[in-house]
């Protein structure tokens, strides 16, 4: 592919008309500042907004960084302190961790199959179903994570929450429980509350997919004798590879640095140690704590840890097509 | 391109045994078993997908929500939304989230729409890495950027304004909206921009004409991500706006109802269902166009 050098550097007229042919005006030099023209509001706000602040994390996660530090401006350098500090910690390794990482990959599994599965039986469903579910769908999709969140928190509430009623109801316990002490019934909730919100995406998404695989394909599949499960794996997932990249891409890196899920419900925002994961520990480390070095270095940690995801993520879609 | 795109009703050319009705479906016609197995999956997804909205609407109508559980309001009442939309301060809470939503997918959309027609339709260098850099800051965790941008902010003398939040705001909303509008912008075929060449109009003129219009129901699906990312979020607004009050979203002024000991939950899920209402409802609205601008190519058959 012929790339036209940016403005700084204008390539030599003699080259350019030729392989830039591509397009009908690739000689100008308008055609080529013109990309970065509409690239730069952007990459400005990317740059002051979200790129500057994660090199300032990184420098705060060096740093011992209180509220002192931050009235004064002056910098208070120890090194690693902050990450060795971390990386001995109980905490991390009993909790912290296992509360990040199981977690997301628990709910990114569930979150796909499960939205995978509602594509298909919406792509299976008479135009008048498919558009009531969908509609559904939608109002799920469409709750806002905090609203949803309280909903959750209400169903479940220790004294009055309706689960507690109708188990009681139906004999199956004898004394209202609360669930939001117990680690594992704790994100027992969480996991239903960010499959409820994430799946709608993934459903809509592969419906898309779905409904754009070729006929032909699938009927060629069927009088060579393929059932619906041998067509569904090798007709239709090898078509929608790229969508299902992009679903599973972007569910695992929401599902990673959930928050508002864990800090609205009971306990969940510091005053349960046992529930804590990397994004609720780092911010109430920091704005908690006052400790905004030591919360600024789990911040770079998940932030580190996602990045090695997506790094592999972005690896396999390259490999797959070009951007 | 095929005519394969979409769900399309054209009359199946090897039309073999079965009605044009069931190949439209792509199958024969089910069994007895299939379509009851199918309808109970329909009926259990519904049950699932809709509960916690019914559940959150039925608390708010009750006058006796907290008191008792029943699957029906006991005591059908508005009061708790009375409440909630006066002496609750809901009122200025939906206004501020409102202007904040709204300057954020203006700004936002421009900015992202003006990216994605460079990295879906110019080829130049650095392309690849400006899109790895947009795919890269997506992943960022808010609770990275959080202590960073306290800190800017708060030395801009921002903090607590819905200036800060709003500026915090377009930058998130951004990397998707450049990522979801790029894929719109490639779906259109290039033929068209090139017949448009052909009969004489500039860049300018074919990205008024050609590309915007195909590219509209993706600016719409941008932009209501981009408002729905504003409307909701929550760490910024609670670190940023602090304890003004009176400059309160309503994702952070929920909180306000909930007590030491007790909380108000005919109020909550009467504040909440404000806030979830209009959403749900512009995004159901959208839905069609959201769905078939994911799907659709530009040339027809």
């Given amino acids: 592919m012929t790339s036209t050098l940016p403005v700084a550097a204008p390539a030599g007229p003699g080259q350019s008309p030729g392989p830039g042919g591509r397009r009908p005006f690739g000689k100008s030099v308008l055609a080529r500042v013109r990309p970065w023209m509409l690239l730069t509001p952007a990459l400005l706000v990317l740059a002051v907004l979200l790129l500057w602040p994660l090199v300032r994390v990184a420098l705060f996660s060096l740093q011992d960084y209180g509220l002192k530090e931050i009235v004064s401006g002056e910098r208070n350098w ?28 628990l709910s990114v599994a569930c979150t796909v199959v ?4 509602v594509a298909v039986l919406l792509a ?27 909903v959750w928190v209400w169903i479940f509430d220790a004294d009055r929450g309706v689960f507690n009623h109708v188990l009681q109801a139906l004999g199956l316990q004898d004394a209202p429980v609360n669930w939001f002490t117990d680690r594992w019934s704790f994100y027992a909730i969480v996991l239903l509350n960010v499959v409820h919100h994430g799946f709608p995406f993934v459903a809509i998404t592969v ?40 679903v599973i891409i972007l569910s695992t890196i929401w599902d990673f640095k959930i928050f508002a899920q864990v800090y609205l419900m ?58 | ?66 008191r008792g559980s029943s699957f029906v309001p006991a005591e059908p009442t508005l009061e ?39 990295v879906a339709r110019f080829r130049f260098k650095l392309r690849t890495q400006v899109l790895m850099l947009v795919l890269v800051v997506q992943m960022v965790p808010l609770e990275a950027l959080v202590i960073p941008l ?30 979801m509008l790029r894929g719109f912008v490639a779906a259109v075929p290039v033929e068209l921009e090139e017949a448009a060449y052909l009969d004489g109009a500039t860049w300018g003129r074919m990205f008024r004409s050609i590309l915007l219009p195909l590219v509209a129901p993706g600016l719409v699906a941008t932009s209501i991500f981009g408002f729905i990312t504003a409307w909701n979020e929550f760490v910024f607004a609670m670190t940023l706006l602090g304890g003004e009050t009176q400059n309160y979203t309503v994702a952070i002024g929920l909180r306000s109802f909930f007590g030491q000991h007790s909380n108000d939950w005919g109020a909550i899920m009467a504040a909440s269902t404000v806030i979830t209402v209009p959403v749900m409802v512009f995004f159901i609205l959208v839905q069609r166009r959201l769905a078939s601008g994911l799907t659709s190519g530009a040339v027809k058959g």
């Avoid at chain 1, 779905?210 to 004798?225: M, R």
């Avoid at chain 1, 600024?296 to 690896?315: D, E, K, N, P």
């Avoid at chain 2, 306290?150 to 801009?156: D, G, H, I, S």
């Fill in chain 2, 80 to 118: 708790h939304f009375e409440f909630v939309l006066t002496d609750g301060g809901f009122d200025v809470f939906l206004r501020n989230s409102l202007l904040v939503a709204l300057t954020t997918v203006l700004i936002s959309s421009l900015l992202a729409l003006l990216a994605s027609v460079a």
């Fill in chain 2, 150 to 179: 306290f800190v800017q902010v708060r030395n801009l003398e921002l903090l607590g304004t819905l200036t800060g939040l709003i500026v915090v705001y377009v930058a998130l909303a951004l990397p998707f909206g450049i990522w």
């Fill in chain 1, 124 to 150: 299976s469903l008479g135009r008048v179903w498919r558009t009531i579910v969908s509609s559904a769908i939608m109002a799920a999709w469409a709750m806002p994570a905090v609203t949803g969140t309280y």
């Fill in chain 2, 1 to 66: 391109m095929s005519t394969a795109t979409g769900t399309d009703r054209r009359p199946v050319r090897t039309s073999t045994a079965g009605g044009t009705a069931a190949r439209r479906r792509g199958s024969r016609r089910p069994s007895a078993g299939v379509r009851v197995g199918k309808g109970v999956a329909v009926a259990l997804l519904l049950l699932f997908t809709l509960f916690p909205a019914y559940w959150m609407l039925v608390s708010a109508l009750d006058g006796n929500a907290g």
């Fill in chain 1, 207 to 246: 419906l898309a997919g779905l409904l754009g695989v070729p006929k032909e394909l699938l009927e060629a599949a069927e009088i060579d004798g393929a059932g619906a499960w041998r067509r569904f794996f090798a007709v239709i997932v090898p078509q929608l590879k790229q969508i299902f990249a992009v």
């Fill in chain 1, 114 to 117: 499960f939205g995978t599965a």
């Fill in chain 1, 266 to 323: 009971p306990g969940g925002a510091g005053s349960n140690r046992d529930v804590l994961n990397l994004g609720v520990w780092s911010y109430t480390e920091s704005f908690g704590q006052n400790r905004y070095g030591f919360g600024s270095a789990i911040a770079v940690l998940l932030t580190l840890l996602l990045l090695g995801i997506t790094v592999v993520y972005v690896r396999t879609i390259l490999k797959e097509e070009e951007l």
């Fill in chain 1, 78 to 105: 120890i090194g690693f302190a902050n990450f060795v500090e971390i990386f001995t910690s109980e905490q991390l390794w009993a909790v912290v961790l296992p509360n990040t990482v199981v977690f997301a990959v």
